[in-house]
Structure formats: C-alpha cells, structure tokens
C-alpha cells in the first residue's frame, strides 16, 4: 500500500518522484496515456507502461478516490476503479498493458475523478555503489456522465500588502479543468504585471490560489485581465484588482468568460 504520507508528496498532474542522491541505480518506466477517461460508453482503458531502462522493473499499481478540498488534494482507497494486473514485472525495452475499468455507473450529473499510482517496488538486494531510485507516476481517471457540462471558472485578484497579486479561482461547474500558464495584465492598455508557468487541476466546486510576483502592483480598483491557457482552450477574464485584507471569497463571482 502507499502510505498517505507518499501519496502527499505526488505533484499534481503526472508527477514523478525521484529520490535526490547523487549517486544512484534504477529501473525506469514511462507511461501512455497520461491520463484516462471513462464514460458508461467506455469502461475500460488501456495504459501502456514501458521500461526505458536497463534493468528488469517491478511496477505496483493502486488506485484512489480523489478530491480536492480548499485546493488540496484528498485521496482514499476505493474500489470504484481497478487497475489490473495489480503487480507487473517489465523486462528492459518491453511494455506491458494495465487494464484500467470502472465498477460503478457514472454519475449523471457530475464528473468522477480517480488517481491512479504506478509505484516501482525495489529490488530486496542491496546495491552495492549508490542508491536505487524508485519511481511513484501518478495519473488522474476522470469518469464522465453522458452529457459532460463544461467547467465554470470565476476568477479574482488581491492586491497584497507585501506587494504581491494573489490570484484566486474558482470552479463552480461540474467538471475539472486544468490550468496551464496563467498571465495578469492591464486591461487598459495590455501591459503584462506577471506570469506563471503551472500545471494544475481543479476539480468541480473547488478554488484554488496562487501569489504572482509583479514589477509593480497597480491601485486597488484597477481593471485587470487574466489569461490561463486551459486544456479546454485559452481563458480569459476581467476583474477588478481588490485590496487583500484576509477577505473571504465573494458570495457572487465576478463574471469570468472562456
């Protein structure tokens, strides 16, 4: 089983965790698709895992329920899903095909979310020079139901007192959106305050934030523009630059478009 404690330290998205020695010997695995969708049309998916190393690997497989919760992630055991085989041993330059299926109905009016972690288990035997590494891929299973709604996304920015720009959003439809690279502009004149790269999901009836560094902050009040290139196509939306005084999110979301 992967402890809670692992399973923290996974990175949203397709995360790879890598021991940090500088010395080290390892199998190493990669995995297609990255993620995996299933409908009621669709209830099983194939996951290609192939060993681009030069040693044999022994790969564990386990899956969770997944939400978010204040923009952190909660994961559980579930038997919703399963991904067989449950243990794999893949020699070097082979693949092999996990079978990922769905034991429940989907829900009709919500996307499902799922994470699926393929864990390399260690070889007993100790290497003699170095560490061996071990590899921990995580990949999200999103269920969807016949009619898939589209995620609303509200947006809002705060000026903060150490100078800063905390960008909040909020997803309040019934499916989840990724959220790529994320640009805060002047609507006025389009002149970029501050850019960041990122990679992160967010999930239905949930928000996250993010603190965005600016060569200068504008007054509280200043129409701004923020940009988000989504995996359902480029964002954008006006706000209002707020003062952050530790306010709660608004009861009624500013208006966002897509």
Same mark, same amino acid.
């Given at each position: 089983?992967?402890?809670?404690?692992?399973?923290?330290? *996974?990175?949203?998205?397709?995360?790879?965790? #890598?021991? +940090?020695?500088?010395?080290?010997?390892?199998?190493?695995?990669?995995?297609?698709?990255?993620?995996?969708?299933?409908?009621?049309?669709?209830?099983?998916?194939?996951?290609?895992?192939?060993?681009?190393? %030069?040693?044999?690997t022994v790969v564990q497989?386990?899956?969770?329920?997944?939400?978010? @919760?204040?923009?952190?992630?909660?994961?559980?055991?579930?038997?919703?899903?399963?991904?067989? !085989?449950?243990?794999?041993? #893949?020699?070097?330059?082979?693949? $092999?095909?996990?079978?990922?299926?769905?034991?429940?109905?989907?829900?009709?009016?919500?996307? &499902?979310?799922?994470?699926?972690?393929? $864990?390399?288990?260690?070889? !007993?035997? +100790?290497?003699?020079?170095?560490? =061996?590494?071990?590899?921990?891929?995580?990949? +999200?299973?999103?269920?969807?139901?016949?009619?898939?709604?589209?995620?609303? *996304? @509200?947006?809002?920015? &705060?000026?903060?007192?150490?100078?800063?720009? =905390?960008?909040?959003?909020?997803?309040?439809?019934?499916? @989840?959106?990724?959220?790529?690279?994320?640009?805060?502009?002047?609507?006025?004149?389009?002149?970029?305050?501050?850019? =960041?790269?990122?990679?992160?999901?967010?999930l239905p009836d949930n928000?996250?934030?993010?603190?965005?560094?600016?060569?200068?902050? +504008?007054?509280?009040?200043?129409?701004?523009? #923020?940009?988000?290139?989504?995996?359902?196509?480029? *964002?954008?939306?006006? *706000?209002?630059?707020?003062?952050?005084?530790?306010?709660?999110?608004?009861? %009624?979301?500013?208006?966002?478009? =897509?």
């Amino acid at each position: 089983m992967i402890s809670k404690q692992r399973i923290g330290q *996974v990175l949203r998205g397709l995360a790879v965790v #890598i021991a +940090p020695v500088s010395l080290a010997h390892a199998g190493s695995f990669s995995v297609n698709p990255v993620r995996v969708t299933l409908s009621a049309t669709q209830a099983v998916a194939a996951v290609t895992v192939q060993n681009v190393g %030069t040693e044999p690997t022994v790969v564990q497989l386990e899956t969770s329920s997944w939400s978010q @919760h204040d923009g952190v992630d909660v994961l559980a055991p579930t038997t919703e899903v399963l991904a067989t !085989p449950p243990i794999l041993t #893949i020699q070097p330059g082979a693949s $092999r095909v996990v079978r990922v299926g769905l034991r429940r109905p989907p829900d009709a009016r919500q996307e &499902l979310t799922y994470r699926l972690f393929l $864990r390399e288990v260690p070889p !007993p035997e +100790p290497i003699s020079q170095g560490l =061996r590494v071990a590899l921990l891929v995580s990949m +999200p299973i999103f269920v969807v139901p016949p009619r898939l709604p589209a995620p609303v *996304v @509200h947006w809002r920015a &705060l000026r903060t007192q150490d100078g800063r720009i =905390r960008v909040q959003a909020t997803n309040t439809g019934a499916s @989840h959106i990724q959220l790529g690279q994320l640009d805060v502009a002047l609507s006025a004149d389009g002149a970029k305050l501050s850019s =960041r790269n990122m990679s992160e999901y967010l999930l239905p009836d949930n928000s996250r934030e993010w603190t965005v560094d600016a060569k200068s902050v +504008p007054a509280a009040g200043t129409l701004l523009s #923020i940009y988000d290139q989504a995996d359902t196509g480029k *964002v954008r939306s006006e *706000v209002k630059l707020e003062d952050d005084a530790g306010a709660s999110k608004p009861t %009624t979301p500013p208006t966002a478009s =897509r």
